[in-house]
T-cell receptor, first 113, second 110 residues
Framework: DADVTQTPRNRITKTGKRIMLECSQT?????MYWYRQDPGLGLRLIYY???????NKGEISDGYSVSRQAQAKFSLSLESAIPNQTALYFC????????????FGPGTRLTVL | GQQVMQIPQYQHVQEGEDFTTYCNSS?????IQWYKQRPGGHPVFLIQ?????EVKKQKRLTFQFGEAKKNSSLHITATQTTDVGTYFC??????????FGSGTQLTVLP
């Protein structure tokens, strides 16, 4: 959905570099999520946030950190990137009033050399 | 934690043939959602099933939730090239986040 944007869309970096992926949404949703997608493994949850002051670890949070700067913004950081963090990263949002339906951004393809 | 197994991982069909993907859980699910991801795209919500034995249809797509709420299926009748993509099931856990299956990648041969 165009209401959920991610920057950058593609990034190539080197091992040990700090990387930040950003997500913004205009849907007015309070809940935001970060997933990573690897071939054959589906989507795995990294972190999620139910509001600005509520941040939770997901299934694979090691090596990642997040910041919820505002209701509309949720950023994902890799403090020291490593090659096995090469993946497609998706941000998603949902509304607490809905049935957990998630709306995904276009994704960021990250390559760590 | 709870997980779902999705099969098959890959499916190639001739255009016009039917296609089915299955999601199976060892535990009872509160609900099941289905998403479609086109090649190079992002997952897009298709439908949610909540009730035991529920069946919902969207044109050529039929979604079912098992009586025991431990399995679900997505069936596409007479596939078209526009059906190409990866289909994911997902369910809500107690912490209100989604857990996704590994997906079924559908290729439709013209």
């Amino acid at each position: 959905d165009a209401d959920v944007t991610q920057t950058p869309r593609n990034r190539i970096t080197k091992t040990g570099k700090r990387i930040m992926l950003e997500c913004s949404q205009t849907k007015g949703h309070d809940r935001m999520y970060w997933y990573r997608q690897d071939p054959g493994l589906g989507l795995r949850l990294i972190y999620y946030s139910f509001d600005v002051k509520d941040i939770n670890k997901g299934e694979i949070s090691d090596g990642y950190s997040v910041s919820r700067q505002a209701q509309a913004k949720f950023s994902l950081s890799l403090e020291s990137a490593i090659p096995n963090q090469t993946a497609l990263y998706f941000c998603a949002t949902s509304d607490r009033q809905s049935t957990d339906t998630q709306y995904f951004g276009p994704g960021t393809r990250l390559t760590v050399l | 934690g709870q997980q779902v197994m999705q099969i098959p991982q890959y499916q190639h069909v001739q255009e016009g043939e039917d296609f089915t993907t299955y999601c199976n859980s060892s535990t009872t699910l509160s609900n099941i959602q289905w998403y479609k991801q086109r090649p190079g795209g992002h997952p897009v919500f298709l439908i949610q099933l909540v009730k035991s034995g529920e069946v919902k249809k969207q044109k050529r797509l039929t979604f079912q939730f098992g009586e025991a709420k431990k399995n679900s299926s997505l069936h596409i009748t007479a596939t078209q090239t526009t059906d190409v993509g990866t289909y994911f099931c997902a369910f809500s856990g107690s912490a209100r986040q989604l857990t996704f299956g590994s997906g079924t990648q559908l290729t439709v041969l013209p």
